[in-house]
């Protein structure tokens, strides 16, 4: 049972380039979501999927699309990276309702 | 909108002293309560949770009680030791709000042996 699982751990970008982060679990739950953490700023909600097939906008989403591919599977997209998208990001996973989340380890991304 | 404020850190402590994490709430809903911590170079875990008032999570030694009256969930801890250094983040989830996990700032513990 590996939980939440994200790929690439780290990832250094150019602006402008683009790229897909990826993450599935494997723990059944209908709700996953991106999250990116910078400094002194806690944990910011940048897309959601309270179920496959339906995505929602968080609270920092320019920038961004996402695609959740099936019930295991939610990616996160950046079309045309800036320096501002330097951070850490990590997907979590939970059940419908005011539950816990369960959090991957992680993608720490470097834009130059 | 929702909101959590915790203490801001770093919190510096001896290892065997006790450790008090301050986290308060607003909630447009009645929301549950949660804390978690994140050791250097990993993911969040979660630490403990309380889903009504008066409710206590416990885990690890680490403890909070859901305070309606006062709006808080303060964490705390009687004795800490040198693998308790991370960072803690009190969260909540309302389902008013879509049942979306709303994260204070994080505050950072470092214990010293």
């Known amino acids: 049972n590996a939980g939440v699982t994200q790929t690439p751990k780290f990832q250094v970008l150019k602006t402008g380039q683009s790229m897909t982060l990826q993450c599935a679990q494997d723990?059944?739950?209908?709700?996953m979501y991106w999250y990116r953490q910078d400094p002194g700023m806690g944990l910011r909600l940048i897309y959601y999927s309270a179920s496959e097939g339906t995505t929602d906008k968080g609270e920092v989403p320019n920038g961004y699309n996402v695609s959740r591919l099936n019930k295991r599977e939610f990616s996160l997209r950046l079309e045309s990276a800036a320096p501002s998208q330097t951070s850490v990001y990590f997907c979590?996973?939970?059940?419908?309702?005011?539950?816990?989340?369960?959090f991957g380890p992680g993608t720490r991304l470097t834009v130059t | 909108g929702n909101s959590v404020t915790q203490m801001e850190g770093p919190v510096t402590l001896s290892e065997e002293a006790f450790l008090t994490i301050n986290c308060t709430y607003t909630a447009t809903g009645y929301p549950s309560l949660f804390w978690y911590v994140q050791y250097p170079g990993e993911g969040l875990q979660l630490l403990l949770k309380a889903t009504k008032a008066d409710d206590k999570g416990s885990n690890k030694g680490f403890e909070a009680t859901y305070r309606k009256e006062t709006t808080s969930f303060h964490l705390e801890k009687g004795s800490v030791q040198v693998s308790d250094s991370a960072v803690y983040f009190c969260?909540?989830?309302?389902?008013?709000?879509?049942?979306?996990?709303?994260f204070g700032g994080g505050t950072r513990v470092l214990v010293k042996p």
């Open positions: 969260a909540l989830s309302d389902k008013a709000a879509g049942n979306k996990l709303t």
């Open positions: 979590a996973s939970g059940l419908a309702g005011p539950y816990e989340q369960y």
């Open positions: 723990m059944n739950h209908n709700s």
